[in-house]
């Protein structure tokens, strides 16, 4: 369990702010809403895609030794018992038999011992209803095909790694890849969480960011042996959180401890994001060394080979995974964590609400204002906005004050206000506003794409 957090707890006050600004809503809300799932507006929407094209564009597009995929959400069900999942993807279950509610069994807001008489139910207070443990399969089932019978059974993948196993061959053949390299997904995946909750950081549908990195279990030096490929990827993508913008005294590895590592797996470390609160530091993304356990069971399973064939040495081996696997959804919530202050404005009595998001995330790079409704400002300022529209979302806004324009869009994490003035008129220069500084300097209208590309910098 995380200790408290000495960030403050700002969750309760994003959910507010994404619901009223269409960062996300709850799932079927009009009909009170489905069990943690969540829909993303259209704010939303641009950021958690912000966050996956920058996951892509370093795991996939900058990389020579990287190929990408697009995996079925269904697979065989025999990949569910390859992978273990059908047997062991479970958490032990209690029910409360006096208010019906289901809590994990090692929820540490259940007091004494589920089962035995002491134990109290965290929701109704009732003593001695809690059952024993059962375990609960996290996989959604469904049915393939006109005939619900056991034959007939799927599952809703509950990650997107094994989209990736079951292809290693036919993506090495393909693309001609040689040992090491790494095939990347992102994909939606699917749990039947127990206690799902904390708004989108644990949810029964979500988006997964993964890759598999498959090097050589013999590698010798110059080559990177395959410890030293999993050091090289933790660092690699901490490095990568760490340009997100999440600030490094909130980021931190955990490393699981040999009770902790599932059975095959020789290295695990988690990434964690301090999310304030009594939540504090949890886990947005884990790096593990999987050793050849995947490649292997499903070469049992399939009795298919899933072997490399290293031609220069006429030697044929499976490979070592290394993987690399990230939340989309719950780094967009650490993102947001991050990002949410309330401050203080100098010389003006109202405070303001931030999203201080780097500029590459934001999903509205630049609002434009025409300072009034006349004199020529909305003509020239439409002609800015749709000129900037063709490189990136713009929000043109004559609305209101110009001040509660600012702090409309300064509460989205819009990084550049853009106000068309009497002087722009004139000369043909706009102001630029700073959302963090507040500074303002006047571009020429015709220099302001490549004023605005500039400052939210490459896709990296
Ligand atoms: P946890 O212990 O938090 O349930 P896990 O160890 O089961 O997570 P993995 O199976 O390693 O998680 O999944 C990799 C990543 O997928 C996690 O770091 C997290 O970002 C994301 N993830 C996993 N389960 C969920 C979920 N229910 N909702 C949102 N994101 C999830």
Same mark, same amino acid.
């Given at each position: ?24 809503? $709850? ?57 273990? =999942? ?19 069994a090692d929820d540490p807001s259940i007091k004494g011992t589920p089962g035995q008489p002491d134990a109290q139910c965290p929701v109704c207070g009732a003593k001695g209803t ?41 993506? $090495? ?45 013999? !590698? ?23 340009? &997100? ?10 490393? =699981? ?5 599932? =059975? ?24 593990? =060394? ?20 290293? $031609? ?45 998001? !780097?500029?590459? &995330? ?30 990136f979302p713009v929000f043109y806004d004559d609305s209101g004050a110009i001040g509660r324009r600012y702090r409309r869009q300064d509460e989205v994490g819009t990084p550049f ?8 008129? $004139? ?16 571009? !020429? ?16």
């Amino acid at each position: 369990m995380a200790s408290v957090s000495t960030y403050p707890d700002v969750m309760d006050k994003l959910v507010s702010l994404a619901k009223r600004r269409g960062f996300i809503f $709850q799932s079927s809300e009009i009909y009170g809403g489905t069990g943690s799932v969540w829909d993303y507006g259209p704010l939303g929407v641009e950021l958690k895609k912000n966050v996956k094209d920058r996951w892509w564009h370093a795991m996939v597009r900058a990389r020579d030794d990287i190929e990408g995929l697009d995996a079925a959400i269904l697979m065989h069900p025999r990949v569910w018992e390859a992978s273990g =999942h059908v047997a062991t993807f479970t958490d032990p279950l209690v029910d409360c038999t006096n208010c019906k509610r289901r809590f994990r069994a090692d929820d540490p807001s259940i007091k004494g011992t589920p089962g035995q008489p002491d134990a109290q139910c965290p929701v109704c207070g009732a003593k001695g209803t809690l059952s024993n443990p059962r375990m609960f399969n996290l996989m959604f089932k469904t049915f393939m095909g006109p005939v619900e019978d056991s034959a007939a059974v799927v599952y809703l993948r509950p990650e997107t790694a094994q989209g990736i196993y079951v292809n290693f061959l036919n993506v $090495q053949q393909s693309t001609r890849q040689k040992v090491p390299f790494g095939i990347a997904q992102i994909g939606k995946a699917f749990r039947n969480e127990i206690t799902p909750g904390n708004f989108i950081f644990r949810t029964r549908e979500f988006e997964q960011m993964e890759m598999q990195f498959f090097v050589d279990p013999e !590698a010798k030096a110059p080559e990177r042996s395959d410890m030293e490929w999993f050091e090289y990827w933790k660092e690699q993508r901490l490095h990568w959180h760490l340009a &997100l913008g999440l600030q490094p005294e909130r980021l931190q590895f955990h490393q =699981h401890e040999s009770q902790e590592l599932a =059975h095959y797996a020789r290295a695990a470390f988690d990434v964690q994001f301090d999310f304030g609160g009594s939540l504090g530091f949890q886990e947005i993304e884990g790096v593990h =060394h999987r050793g050849d356990f995947d490649l292997t069971r499903h070469q049992q399973y399939s009795n298919k080979k899933l072997e490399y064939f290293d $031609q220069p040495n006429n030697r044929r081996f499976v490979p070592y995974v290394i993987e690399t696997s990230a939340g989309a959804d719950r780094t967009a919530l650490a993102v947001l964590v991050n990002a949410y202050r309330e401050e203080e404005v100098p010389g003006e009595s109202e405070g303001r609400t931030v999203l201080g998001l !780097a500029p590459a &995330l934001a999903p509205i790079k630049a609002g434009v204002f025409p300072l009034v409704k006349k004199d020529g400002m909305p003509e020239m300022a439409t002609r800015v906005a749709n000129d900037l529209r063709r490189a990136f979302p713009v929000f043109y806004d004559d609305s209101g004050a110009i001040g509660r324009r600012y702090r409309r869009q300064d509460e989205v994490g819009t990084p550049f206000g853009i106000t068309i003035d009497g002087q722009s008129t $004139q000369d043909g220069t706009v102001t630029v506003r700073d959302r963090d500084t507040l500074q303002q300097v006047r571009v !020429a209208a015709d220099q302001l794409r490549g004023y605005i590309a500039d400052r939210i910098g490459p896709a990296e």
